[in-house]
């Protein structure tokens, strides 16, 4: 994005008197990008998430495809707001759709390695291409033939068996599965989903969740607040270092360059730490070596270029790993309930952060080290706060308000807590959940029950080889529901 401002900057005069719009096209690009969050999640759980994934990537290549044929700055603005629209849409539902069709051992990394390292693939492209192609029109030619490229996916990808289920359209859910056993050797049974079964199934309404529940309790309330600045202000250091690093010293094509590859290393290491170590320590570290170091610069002489260049790339690495982080944290914080809508208002806040990070990087026209003090010294501000958050290290997830954890330094209480009673219902719904597992028997019919489909389903974890990804189950397993005498009582 940086580098096509670059290029249009000649073109139409985006200086002196003109400089404010440069900025200002960067912050509406951001705009977008907030309204494709708020309606690409509905536009998905409606109609499906491969119809929208497709749609929304004909919206970007389409739309980047017309800004070719801008005539000024305000044509080409407001059609990026409608690409910022499209990819921020087409990069969700993409995500929604492979944790959904892969099978756990492979979703972990899908969700922290793949798509994050994808992303910065993607993000070094960009200087590559705008280094070799210098019209910008070429160049936006050239960014949109991925999107033509991915066209013929659409005759491999499946639709989400999961969503499927949720519409009851259960026969094109079991074509999906049966398809993807047999393309693995997989002996499947033949009913995976009984019609008995289904008969009876009732698939739970989608519980009404305000966002005032973030703040119905003086704890949640206090989590919800420091979430939001968490992401707002991790989002402006991210991204304003990331839209300045063609204002660095030298060669903007190669600092842009840098700058993406840098979050390679990053996400490694996040998904390294995960695994390991306590969230709250991790991320506030982390932060505090993003911050401290972009604190940094403002003593390194404007002679020693190599210099500050480094610290900032290692700045960007810090927070682009506390970035990463964010959506497991938030995740494991808050109950079941509430977790989308807490996951999804404080997403929101980073787009905040984003749309007013361009002007983060404007300082600069006045103070060259101006930006990297306001923005290290947020980012020390934010790190010092993430170790006020509950921990949620090897915790079970809460699901309730009343198990949430509490914040640390605080002594905050809660009305009408009864933790224990709360315990005691998840145990009752557990235990007559394992009860209703048992296979039954109906004289010499096997029915397979709700605990049986859920037996198969997990062995098979949507997630067969050289179909959904991951090892899967072996050559010619089978996999079979057992016969049982019907127990007497």
Same mark, same amino acid.
């Given at each position: 994005m940086s580098g096509k401002l670059h290029h249009h900057r000649g073109q139409w005069s985006l200086v002196c008197e003109d400089d404010w719009k440069t900025p200002l096209t960067s912050s509406l690009f951001f705009v977008g990008v907030l309204l494709g969050s708020f309606v690409s999640g509905q536009l998905s759980d409606r109609f499906?998430?491969?119809?929208?994934?497709?749609?929304?990537?004909?919206?970007?290549?389409? !739309?980047?495809?017309?800004?070719?044929?801008?005539?000024?700055?305000?044509? !080409?603005?407001?059609?990026?707001?409608?690409?910022?629209?499209?990819?921020?849409?087409? %990069?969700?539902?993409?995500?929604?759709?492979?944790?959904?069709?892969?099978?756990?051992?492979?979703?972990?990394?899908?969700s922290t390695?793949?798509?994050?390292?994808?992303?910065?693939?993607?993000?070094?492209?960009?200087? +590559?291409?705008? %280094?070799?192609?210098?019209? /910008?029109?070429?160049?936006l030619l050239a960014l949109t033939v991925p999107g033509v490229l991915c066209l013929p996916?659409? /005759?491999?990808?499946?639709?989400?068996?999961?969503?499927?289920i949720s519409q009851r359209r259960f026969s094109e859910a079991e074509s999906i599965i049966q398809k993807a056993a047999k393309m693995n050797n997989i002996a499947a049974p033949r009913v995976i989903f009984d019609p008995m079964e289904l008969q009876e199934l009732k698939l739970p309404g989608q519980q009404k969740v305000l966002i005032l529940d973030l703040f119905r309790t003086r704890n949640i309330a206090t989590i919800t607040i420091m979430s939001l600045l968490l992401w707002m202000l991790t989002s402006v250091g991210y991204f304003a270092l990331s839209l300045n690093a063609p204002n660095l010293h030298g060669d903007a094509y190669l600092n842009c360059f840098l700058s993406a590859l840098i979050e390679v290393p990053a996400y490694i290491t996040a998904w390294l730490l995960l695994r390991k170590l306590p969230r709250r320590y991790i991320i506030a570290g982390v932060l505090f070596l993003g911050g401290g170091v972009l604190l940094l610069i403002q003593f390194v002489p404007a002679d020693y270029n190599f210099l500050s260049i480094g610290l900032v790339m290692l700045g960007k690495f810090g927070i682009t790993s506390a970035f990463s982080m964010l959506y497991v944290f938030t995740a494991e914080l808050y109950p079941t309930p509430v977790r989308n809508m807490a996951v999804g208002v404080t997403s929101m806040a980073s787009r905040v952060g984003s749309i007013i990070a361009p002007y983060f990087v404007y300082l600069g026209?006045?103070?060259?080290?101006?930006p990297y003090i306001v923005m290290g010294s947020l980012t020390v501000f934010i790190?010092?706060?993430?170790?006020?958050?509950?921990?949620?290290?090897?915790?079970?997830?809460?699901?309730?308000?009343?198990?949430?954890? #509490?914040?640390?330094?605080?002594?905050?209480?809660?009305?009408?807590?009864?933790?224990?009673?709360?315990?005691?219902?998840?145990?009752?719904r557990r235990v007559q959940s394992a009860r209703a597992s048992v296979p039954m028997h109906l004289g010499n019919t096997t029915v397979l029950t709700h605990g049986c489909v859920h037996q198969f389903r997990s062995s098979l974890n949507l997630n067969v080889r050289g179909?959904?990804?991951?090892?899967? +189950?072996?050559?010619?397993?089978?996999?079979?529901?057992?016969? #049982?005498?019907?127990?007497?009582?």
């Open positions: 499906g998430r491969k119809s929208i994934l497709f749609a929304t990537m004909a919206v970007q290549t389409g !739309f980047s495809f017309l800004q070719i044929f801008s005539i000024n700055w305000e044509m !080409f603005t407001v059609l990026f707001v409608i690409v910022g629209m499209g990819q921020i849409s087409n %990069y969700v539902v993409a995500f929604i759709l492979g944790t959904e069709i892969l099978g756990k051992s492979v979703r972990i990394i899908f390695l793949g798509v994050c390292t994808f992303f910065a693939v993607g993000y070094m492209l960009l200087p +590559l291409f705008a %280094y070799f192609i210098r019209d /910008w029109r070429m160049l996916l659409w /005759w491999f990808i499946p639709e989400s068996p999961r969503w499927l026209a006045y103070n060259r080290v101006l790190g010092i706060i993430t170790l006020f958050f509950p921990e949620s290290f090897g915790m079970t997830l809460p699901e309730t308000l009343e198990q949430m954890e #509490k914040v640390k330094g605080f002594i905050i209480k809660n009305a009408h807590e009864q933790p224990n009673e709360e315990l005691q219902r998840v145990k009752s179909f959904y990804g991951g090892s899967g +189950l072996g050559k010619n397993q089978e996999i079979r529901c057992r016969r #049982k005498k019907t127990p007497k009582f």
